[in-house]
T-cell receptor, first 113, second 118 residues
């Protein structure tokens, strides 16, 4: 099963820009990259999805280099309410050819005042 | 209205018991999932159903048996519960599984069921 890697945790202060990177070395050609946010005692919530280059919405930006072996979620001017766990999700090719969804291990972002 | 609902929210039981967790989605989606999240926050997919058909079945003990009576419901039955089954179980749904085209549809998660096995 393809492995995705994210930093375990990150700290930031209110008003700063936060960048969280996910590595996904054997992403399949057609796979999209999706990021989710999870607050304590809640289910994950969709943030953003992209295939290549850059995607931006009202919440975040997603940067994907040409080789697509990694992606970076960028949160502009974080606030205390952005404190959460952030997951990277890619479709992944398995050895048997059967494909499955793979969540990264998640990055715990702590925003300080 | 809750898009994806799960019952119960908390479940405390003894080893060896059999229990079920129910999930319902009112989004009209074709695909539903079960995930397990352990104490370290690793989120692992267990099963996926598309239009009541099992699509993904990860390496999960056969004590876990999903049942989809219709495409709006995906229940999880667990036999002979073990201590290691303690976790938070999330149900989710999406319009489509999307694997064929490579695009994973946005998944909508339920609030989770915290299972504690004593």
């Amino acid at each position: 099963l393809a492995k995705t890697t994210q930093p375990i945790s990150m700290d930031s202060y209110e008003g700063q820009e936060v960048n969280i990177t996910c590595s996904h070395n054997n992403i399949a050609t057609n796979d999209y990259i999706t990021w989710y946010q999870q607050f304590p005692s809640q289910g994950p919530r969709f943030i953003i999805q992209g295939y290549k280059t850059k995607v931006t919405n009202e919440v975040a930006s997603l940067f994907i280099p040409a080789d697509r072996k990694s992606s970076t979620l960028s949160l502009p001017r974080v606030s205390l309410s952005d404190t959460a766990v952030y997951y990277c999700l890619v479709g992944a090719s398995m050895d048997t050819g059967r494909r499955a969804l793979t969540f990264g291990s998640g990055t715990r972002l702590q925003v300080q005042p | 209205d809750t898009a994806v609902s799960q019952t119960p929210k908390y479940l405390v039981t003894q080893m060896g018991n059999d229990k079920s967790i129910k999930c319902e989605q009112n989004l009209g989606h074709d695909t539903m999932y079960w995930y397990k999240q352990d104490s370290k926050k690793f989120l692992k997919i267990m099963f996926s159903y598309n239009n009541k058909e099992l699509i993904i079945n990860e390496t999960v003990p056969n004590r876990f048996s999903p049942k989809s009576p219709d495409k709006a419901h995906l229940n999880l039955h667990i036999n002979s519960l073990e201590l290691g089954d303690s976790a938070v179980y999330f149900c989710a749904s999406s319009q489509d599984l999307g694997l064929a085209g490579g695009r994973t549809d946005t998944q909508y998660f339920g609030p989770g069921t915290r299972l504690t096995v004593l």
